[in-house]
């Protein structure tokens, strides 16, 4: 009803309370977390792929980039040759080696809690891909947004460890949402 958060919430800049936005991060997050245990990674999580329903709830959509996992594959990784990624949304193991697991589709989520918190801001603004490249793969980090909670930032930052082993499962963020929703 409320078309692709990225348009929804520039259309609705500020208009929203901490547990709302909360709330549209964990409906991503809990839909991502039942693509991942199914064995999907979704390789595209960006804003303009989730739809928003008339109570707000966030629904995982656009699959066009999603891969299943084989079941004999032991680390859960996709390796892709060619085609074009959406840097400011992928891991960097994922734009280096074009390895996608559920831990790539991490990073992006944490670009996208970003991107709901900064009312869809473009992320890593005017910079260019290379730039953005050179400048995660030296350590920095998207800033906290505009009266982001500490606790939400910290999860980004766990979403953007560059060791892919280090950052939560879907399932630890869901958790981590409930606790601050609560």
């Keep these: 009803e409320n078309g692709s958060l990225d348009t929804f919430l520039r259309n609705n800049d ?15 997050a809990s839909g991502m977390r039942y693509l991942s245990e199914m064995g999907y990674v979704h390789r595209d999580l960006a804003a303009r792929n989730i739809l928003v329903n008339e109570s707000l709830v966030c629904k995982v959509a ?39 697991t559920s831990a790539s589709d991490a990073w992006s989520y944490g670009v996208v809690m970003w991107e709901v918190v900064a009312y ?12 953005v490249i050179k400048a995660v793969d030296r ?24 060791e892919r082993s280090h950052r939560p499962k879907f ?12």
């Design 139 to 162: 350590g920095f980090r998207l800033p906290p947004p505009m009266d982001c909670p500490e606790a939400i930032y910290q999860l980004m930052l766990d979403c953007w460890q560059k």
């Design 62 to 100: 656009d699959f066009g980039l999603s891969r299943e996992m084989e079941s004999d594959d032991t680390d859960g990784a996709y390796t892709t040759k060619g085609g074009k990624i959406p840097v400011r949304w992928t891991a960097p193991e994922a734009i280096a080696y074009r390895k996608f």
């Design 14 to 28: 500020s208009k929203f309370t901490v547990i709302q936005l909360i709330g549209m991060m964990r409906g991503i």
């Design 120 to 131: 869809s801001e473009r992320p890593y603004w005017n910079w260019s891909n290379q730039d």
């Design 171 to 182: 399932s630890a963020i869901v958790k981590t949402l409930d606790k601050l929703i609560r």
